[in-house]
């Protein structure tokens, strides 16, 4: 009758098929931050000339300014759900370790919100002016930010776990502790546009996404242990 | 043995008792530093070479700022205390840290922003130091937001711990970014000032007020901490006995 | 072998001192039903008896070793119900389960099948769990317990929304846990049906 214990990686699989069957099945929650991006990205020439040649100069601002908001917005979709029907509960007290589980979460849940950002990024990118030629960096930039994002604001969301309220704390919390993303990416965005090598602040950018994982998990398992008193 | 000695002063009534005695020790060496520190800044240092006397405010600006992050330090120190060795009077202390440190960066984020108008001609510059100031202003209102938002206590205190150890370790990152990225504009940094060394009648009233700031932080702390840990423990006994005392 | 003692449980929720100095003992195949008034603490004991809670003061000893020194093991062998089911409403039945099971053990489709017919519901384990009612779910919930294989079961309220029928099937598997020689604590109002030999009584004030 004793079935054998689950090893972490299995607990752990088990839980990314869960959230992704989750997601499967109420498709539109997902799909919603990637509207939001690109109507933010919409906005900005909208609201300047849309001169290309100065679009060019504001589509790194443009790109992550979108990138950081629609992140933000995103996060509503990370422990919401899963801390109101109780499974969030059931997953402290199932004996692994829950920091690992946590970060599972946040995996899935950047692989849902954060990457679609990165594959249109691009696209978003050549509205505002961008050559072709920097698409690669690019890419390669969003996709560290994002990551990066999606672990500092999963800390955020976990820290304001049980409150209810608009956002706006999860906001104040999340956008100064992202500002380095901000400067990197965008920096590394400018310099892709303008076809100068941009290692520098992909590396930086990468040490951010690193050190973000490294102490995220502890971070959020403290946090939501305590949200969930 | 030091043990010991952390954790009677983890204890309210000896901290309650402590802090009393301690407070005056702190306070008027503090008086006395900044008043010197002020009268000699503002009114004997000689002028800069470059600046002439617009430079006078760093005597409020740079202690200012210096404590604003000593304080942030300070601030996420006592709440990992707090966190880790479930001490309740670590987290009053942290609690208590956050309006002053958030006073001190708005009070350098003011002057920097006086300093800056006869110097750059605007308020407000980007400057890489202000804008970091700028930032860490938001991370101690986001600290006392949340604080704020968890009702039950307890869990406002550990949640903001949290918060506090996640934002000290930010705050360097920041800091530097923040910096690297004004260094892209070359804006000249108007906030350093007279190469080469500072003569001493220059340095002297800044540290004596860097001191004096530092003092009177710990002096408010200890009276703002003492009042937390009061409204705390109300209830408790040990509390009619000490201010039966006073 | 499967003894929860509480030694001097303290705990405050803000200012309220909800649990004063609380203690009690319960050995493998014994029920302890946990009553009071609403708002006298049965939840935050039973939460706080899970690790959930911090205490203020006091320990419980699970198998004669505080909880707190290893939690991973203790909630390995822990089986908690609360007021909310935890389990996914866009998933169905079957799902729930076997991603609810999976994480702590392996468990096949016809293992949780079977737990599904034990509680009455093996026409629906194909439906979303949306599509069923709250004692239907409560029911999902139930079927959970015997497949997690715990020697400890903490229940709250474990017959809200359920009916007659719903309620026979809990005390059926309560007993049938006792009977293994696990332990429980239960949080209700009514009868847990259990022999009055095995039962524990613990008034909240």
């Known amino acids: 009758m004793m079935a054998p214990r689950s090893t972490f990686a299995a607990a752990a699989a088990v839980l990314v098929a869960r959230d992704l069957r989750l997601a499967q099945r109420r498709a539109g929650d997902s799909l919603l931050p990637l509207g939001f991006f690109l109507v933010v990205t919409t906005l900005f020439?909208?609201?300047?000339?849309?001169?290309?040649?100065?679009?060019?100069?504001?589509?790194?601002?443009?790109?992550?300014?979108?990138?950081?908001?629609?992140?933000?917005?995103?996060?509503?979709?990370?422990?919401?759900d899963d801390g109101q029907d109780g499974a969030l509960e059931q997953l402290a007290l199932c004996g692994q370790p829950f920091a690992g589980l946590l970060l599972a979460k946040t995996t899935v849940h950047w692989l849902l919100t954060g990457l679609p950002l990165v594959l249109?990024?691009?696209?978003?990118?050549?509205?505002?002016?961008?050559?072709?030629?920097?698409?690669?960096?690019?890419?390669?930039?969003?996709?560290?930010?994002?990551?990066?994002?999606?672990?500092?604001?999963?800390?955020?969301?976990?820290?304001?776990?049980?409150?209810?309220?608009?956002?706006?704390?999860?906001?104040?919390?999340?956008?100064?502790?992202?500002?380095?993303?901000?400067?990197?990416?965008?920096?590394?965005?400018?310099?892709?546009?303008?076809?100068?090598?941009?290692?520098?602040?992909?590396?930086?950018?990468?040490?951010?996404?690193?050190?973000?994982?490294?102490?995220?998990?502890?971070?959020?398992?403290?946090?939501?242990?305590?949200?969930?008193? | 043995m030091a043990w010991v000695w952390f954790h009677r002063f983890g204890s309210p009534p000896h901290f309650y008792r402590l802090a009393r005695r301690l407070t005056p020790w702190f306070g008027w060496p503090a008086l006395i530093l900044c008043l010197y520190g002020v009268i000699a800044g503002l009114g004997f240092a000689p002028p800069d070479y470059q600046q002439?006397?617009?430079?006078?405010?760093?005597?409020?600006?740079?202690?200012?700022?210096?404590?604003?992050?000593?304080?942030?330090?300070?601030?996420?120190?006592?709440?990992?205390?707090?966190?880790?060795?479930?001490?309740?009077v670590a987290h009053a202390v942290a609690a208590s840290c956050a309006p002053i440190g958030a006073s001190f960066t708005a009070l350098a984020l003011a002057t920097g922003m006086l300093w800056g108008r006869p110097m750059w001609g605007t308020y407000w510059e980007w400057d890489p130091r202000l804008t970091s100031e700028l930032l860490l202003l938001f991370l101690y209102l986001g600290y006392m937001g949340l604080r704020n938002a968890i009702e039950d206590l307890s869990r406002a205190d550990r949640a903001s711990a949290v918060l506090a150890i996640v934002g000290v370790v930010n705050v360097p990152i920041i800091h530097y970014s923040v910096i690297w990225w004004n260094s892209l504009h070359q804006a000249p940094t108007v906030m350093k000032f007279g190469r080469p060394s500072m003569p001493a009648a220059m340095?002297?009233?800044?540290?004596?007020?860097?001191?004096?700031?530092?003092?009177?932080?710990?002096?408010?702390?200890?009276?703002?901490?003492?009042?937390?840990?009061?409204?705390?423990?109300?209830?408790?006994r040990w509390i009619s006995e000490a201010l039966a005392q006073e | 072998m499967n003894d929860i003692a509480a030694e001097n449980l303290h705990l405050w929720r803000g200012d309220v001192h909800v649990l004063r100095g609380l203690s009690f003992n319960l050995t493998g195949g014994e029920c302890l039903q946990v009553t009071g008034v609403n708002g006298s603490g049965k939840t935050t004991l039973l939460r706080a008896l899970c690790g959930l809670m911090p205490l203020e003061q006091?320990?419980?000893?699970?198998?004669?070793?505080?909880?707190?020194?290893?939690?991973?093991?203790y909630h390995a062998d822990l089986a908690y119900l609360g007021h909310d089911n935890g389990l996914?409403?866009?998933?169905?039945?079957?799902?729930?389960?076997?991603?609810?099971?999976?994480?702590?053990?392996?468990?096949?489709?016809?293992?949780?099948?079977?737990?599904?017919?034990?509680?009455?519901?093996?026409?629906?384990?194909?439906?979303?769990?949306?599509?069923?009612?709250?004692?239907?779910?409560?029911?999902?919930?139930?079927?959970?317990?015997?497949?997690?294989?715990?020697?400890l079961w903490i229940l709250d309220e474990p017959s809200s929304n359920l009916d007659a029928s719903g309620q026979t099937v809990m005390v059926d598997l309560l007993v049938r846990h006792l009977d293994s020689g696990g332990a429980a604590v239960i949080a209700t109002h009514q009868a847990t049906g259990v022999p009055v030999a095995r039962l524990r009584a613990l008034t909240l004030q």
């Open chain 3, 58 to 73: 006091g320990r419980i000893c699970w198998r004669g070793a505080d909880i707190t020194a290893d939690p991973s093991a």
């Open chain 1, 120 to 229: 249109v990024a691009p696209l978003a990118a050549s509205a505002l002016g961008a050559p072709y030629g920097a698409m690669p960096g690019i890419l390669a930039a969003v996709l560290l930010g994002t990551v990066a994002l999606s672990l500092i604001g999963a800390v955020g969301a976990g820290l304001t776990l049980s409150l209810r309220g608009n956002g706006s704390l999860l906001a104040l919390l999340v956008l100064p502790l992202s500002v380095p993303v901000l400067i990197f990416g965008a920096r590394a965005t400018a310099l892709a546009i303008q076809g100068e090598p941009l290692a520098a602040p992909l590396y930086l950018l990468a040490a951010m996404a690193v050190l973000a994982a490294t102490l995220a998990p502890w971070a959020l398992a403290a946090a939501v242990r305590i949200g969930l008193e």
């Open chain 2, 52 to 88: 002439g006397d617009g430079f006078r405010i760093i005597y409020i600006h740079a202690p200012a700022a210096w404590l604003s992050l000593m304080v942030y330090v300070v601030m996420a120190t006592s709440a990992a205390v707090g966190l880790i060795w479930r001490m309740n």
């Open chain 3, 88 to 151: 996914k409403g866009d998933l169905t039945a079957l799902e729930n389960l076997r991603f609810g099971i999976g994480l702590r053990r392996r468990v096949t489709a016809a293992a949780c099948d079977a737990a599904l017919a034990q509680v009455g519901l093996s026409q629906q384990h194909g439906l979303r769990l949306r599509q069923l009612s709250a004692g239907q779910r409560r029911r999902v919930a139930l079927a959970r317990l015997p497949l997690m294989d715990a020697a």
């Open chain 1, 45 to 80: 020439p909208l609201a300047l000339d849309p001169e290309l040649s100065l679009l060019r100069d504001i589509a790194p601002a443009a790109l992550w300014v979108g990138a950081l908001l629609s992140s933000l917005l995103a996060l509503d979709l990370l422990f919401r």
């Open chain 2, 203 to 236: 340095l002297l009233p800044l540290l004596a007020m860097l001191l004096g700031f530092s003092l009177y932080f710990v002096a408010l702390l200890l009276t703002r901490a003492r009042g937390e840990v009061l409204r705390r423990e109300r209830s408790a």
